[in-house]
C-alpha cells in the first residue's frame, strides 16, 4: 500500500523567510512518481512538479526548489524568499509505474496550511 | 475556457433531491477523474476514466454515479445523498498514452462545494 505523511499541519511564517514543508512516502514500487500540488482558497489544485523515482535530481524554478532523497523516502519542498500569495494548502501526492488497476491512482497526504503574514 | 473546467462552483441540495456536476477539460487528455475532498480528510480518488471507459470505482457509493461520454466530458450524477457527502468534489484529467502509463500530472478544476441539507 501506499502512503504520503505530510508531518506539518500548519506553518506560520513571515514574509521573506525561507519554509520548507516535508513529505515522506512509502511505497513498495520501484518505479514510482511523486507530485506537489498547491491548493489556494479558491479551491483549485495548482500542479507544482513532478519527479520520477528514477531522476534523483533536485529542481529548482524560481523561489521554488524540491529536494528528493530516495534513501530516506522524503521529497520536501522549500520555497525561498516567501510572500503573502504563497499562503494556501500544499499537497504531496504519490502514485504508481500506472500499470492495469494502479492506473490513475494518486495517493495524497493530508497537506500543508502554509500562512505567510506580511 | 482554457484548462479544466467544472460546474456548478456550488450546490445546495436536499437529501431527496438529483443534481448532476459537470466537469469539461480543454487540454486534449484521454483521463478524466473525480476526487472528494472533505474536511480534514486526504483526497480521495472515486472514479477514474480513461479513453471513456470507466478502469477505477474506489468503492463508492451507489448514489453517486459517474458518466463519461466522450474524453472531454465527465459528469457525476447525485441522487438521494447524505449530509456526510458534502464536500468539494474536484476533477482531473491527464494525458495518458500507451499501455505503461507514464505517470503524467493530473490537472485539477475548481471543483465544486457541495452541501446536503
Known amino acids: 500500500a501506499q502512503k504520503v505523511t505530510q508531518a506539518q499541519t500548519e506553518i506560520s511564517v513571515v514574509e521573506k523567510e525561507d519554509v520548507t514543508l516535508d513529505c515522506v512516502y512509502e511505497?513498495?514500487?520501484?518505479?514510482?512518481?511523486l507530485f506537489w500540488y498547491k491548493q489556494p482558497p479558491s479551491g483549485e489544485l495548482v500542479f507544482l512538479i513532478r519527479?520520477?523515482?528514477?531522476?534523483?535530481q533536485n529542481e529548482i524554478s524560481g523561489r521554488y526548489s524540491w529536494n528528493f532523497q530516495k534513501s530516506t523516502s522524503s521529497f520536501n519542498f522549500t520555497i525561498t524568499a516567501s510572500q503573502v500569495v504563497d499562503s494556501a494548502v500544499y499537497f504531496c501526492?504519490?502514485?504508481?509505474?500506472?500499470?492495469?488497476?494502479?492506473?490513475?491512482?494518486?495517493?495524497f497526504g493530508q497537506g500543508t496550511i502554509l500562512t505567510v503574514h506580511p | 475556457e482554457t484548462g479544466v473546467t467544472q460546474t456548478p462552483r456550488h450546490l445546495v441540495m436536499g437529501m431527496t433531491n438529483k443534481k448532476s456536476l459537470k466537469c469539461e477539460q480543454h487540454?486534449?487528455?484521454?483521463?478524466m477523474y473525480w476526487y472528494k475532498q472533505s474536511a480534514k480528510k486526504p483526497l480521495e480518488l472515486m472514479f477514474v476514466?480513461?479513453?471513456?471507459?470507466?478502469?477505477e470505482n474506489n468503492s463508492v457509493p451507489s448514489r453517486f454515479s459517474p458518466e463519461c461520454p466522450n474524453s472531454s466530458h465527465l459528469f457525476l450524477h447525485l441522487h438521494t445523498l447524505q449530509p456526510e457527502d458534502s464536500a468539494l468534489y474536484l476533477c482531473?484529467?491527464?494525458?495518458?498514452?500507451?499501455?505503461?502509463?507514464?505517470?503524467?500530472?493530473?490537472?485539477f478544476g475548481p471543483g465544486t462545494r457541495l452541501t446536503v441539507t
Open positions: 482531473a484529467s491527464s494525458q495518458e498514452t500507451g499501455v505503461i502509463r507514464r505517470g503524467y500530472e493530473q490537472y
Open positions: 511505497t513498495r514500487d520501484t518505479t514510482y512518481y
Open positions: 476514466y480513461n479513453f471513456k471507459e470507466q478502469t
Open positions: 501526492a504519490l502514485s504508481g509505474p500506472h500499470v492495469g488497476t494502479s492506473y490513475g491512482k494518486l495517493t
Open positions: 487540454l486534449g487528455h484521454n483521463a
Open positions: 519527479r520520477n523515482s528514477f531522476d534523483e
